[in-house]
């Protein structure tokens, strides 16, 4: 059974800044990507940003120079550093991590996601 725990979500005036962390715990044999998406009216998860397990990174259109995302290996954690917050990025945030489970003569790769943190900007 594979876990992932979100926390840093909270209440932060515009202009602020808040730190997201998710870490992944469970019977887990390697981590592929990791990423973070934000929950959007009427549309499925929009994307935050991805990190791959060398460390190569994307950003989706709207928080591109503003939020940079980083991670862990040795702690099954991935980061999110979000500066510059407007009231426009007030939603909940999820955390998405590309798992390996099982053994090395038993593999399985399955998409897992943590449960969410509200991030709430305030004008």
């Known amino acids: 059974q594979v876990q992932l725990v979100e926390s840093g979500g909270g209440l932060v005036q515009a202009g602020g800044s808040l730190r997201l962390s998710c870490v992944a715990s469970g019977n887990i044999f390697s981590i592929n990507g990791m990423g973070w998406y934000r929950r959007v009216p009427g549309k499925q998860r929009e994307l935050v940003a991805t990190?791959?397990?060398?460390?190569?990174?994307t950003y989706g259109d709207s928080v591109k120079g503003r939020f940079t995302i980083s991670r862990d290996n040795a702690k099954n954690t991935v980061y999110l550093q979000m500066n510059s917050l407007k009231p426009e990025d007030t939603t909940v945030y999820y955390c998405?991590?590309?798992?390996?489970?099982?053994?090395?003569?038993?593999?399985?790769?399955?998409?897992?996601w943590g449960q969410g943190t509200q991030v709430t900007v305030s004008s």
């Open positions: 998405n991590a590309h798992i390996a489970v099982g053994t090395m003569s038993r593999l399985s790769y399955e998409h897992y």
């Open positions: 990190i791959s397990s060398g460390g190569t990174t």
